[in-house]
């Protein structure tokens, strides 16, 4: 085992390294070139060839008709699953939220640039807010979202506002970078979003990003705007910070187990 650990058989060495190229494609927006690959990893090009090449045979990468790489379709169905498998492993947490202030509550992580929502648990009222698990929007009109840019680096924040572009769910929604900056910067001065009617007309949505999460996550309570006033906002926002930070420390406490 020692020699695992050291690196020295070249196996777990490897497959690190596999998994931090993977990582840095990631972080490059999904596309690179062997040489930027090298770069970012400050491995040598011959090591570099042979783990893409790898990585490629398993369709893991996909190499483009401009030669550069590019993430595998492959890493879709682990992504996915293991989405789900975390919003599974949180619902009694979302549970708990709802228990206390009464509305639904949800977990969403950001995936290829979109917000997905993973797991939800709903209110008892007969009006409740009502998000499909597994649906994708855009993370500048919703709160879950916001809350996750929040904690991203801006010219990250830029970029992937660059791609996606910013079009409106609805009159209140942010479609001005700049704006949407200040809104950020806000939000992470006070701990949490708020969605005011920017993804759904009548609906108010308070969340807060999960801190130490592997991928950009956040936790969310939404409901009709008359139930959800600046009073109840006040009361829900400590409530879904606590969630939030519990699982944090549950992913940290996971982590440090394995």
């Not at 790489?69 to 789900?84: D, H, K, P, T, V």
């Not at 949180?90 to 206390?100: D, F, N, T």
């Not at 008892?124 to 979202?145: A, Q």
Request: aromatic residues 4%.
């Amino acid at each position: 085992m020692a020699a695992e650990k050291n690196g020295r058989d070249g196996g777990v060495q490897s497959l690190q390294r596999a998994f931090e190229l993977l990582e840095h494609l990631a972080d490059t927006g999904g596309e690179a070139s062997l040489s930027e690959l090298a770069t970012l990893s400050g491995l040598p090009m011959p090591t570099i060839h042979r783990l893409i090449r790898t990585l490629v045979d398993l369709g893991y990468v996909r190499q483009n008709t401009n030669r550069r790489y590019a993430l595998g379709a492959r890493l879709i169905r682990l992504g996915e699953n293991a989405s789900m498998q975390f919003g599974a492993w949180a619902r009694p947490l979302l549970a708990e939220l709802v228990e206390e202030v009464g509305e639904t509550a949800n977990l969403a992580v950001l995936e290829r640039d979109e917000v997905v929502y993973v797991a939800q648990v709903p209110s008892k009222h007969s009006m409740r807010m009502f998000t499909e698990v597994g649906r994708r929007l855009l993370p500048h009109g919703t709160g879950v979202g916001k809350a996750m840019l929040a904690h991203l680096p801006a010219s990250d924040v830029r970029s992937l506002l660059e791609r996606t572009g910013m079009p409106a769910y609805t009159e209140h929604t942010f479609t001005d970078a700049d704006a949407l900056a200040v809104e950020l910067a806000r939000i992470a001065s006070q701990g949490y979003a708020l969605d005011e009617a920017e993804q759904e007309l009548g609906v108010r949505c308070v969340a807060v990003a999960v801190p130490g999460a592997p991928v950009p996550a956040a936790v969310s309570v939404s409901g009709p705007s008359g139930r959800l006033t600046a009073e109840a906002v006040a009361h829900i926002a400590p409530a879904v910070q606590r969630v939030a930070d519990a699982l944090g420390a549950s992913l940290s406490q996971a982590t440090v187990t394995v």
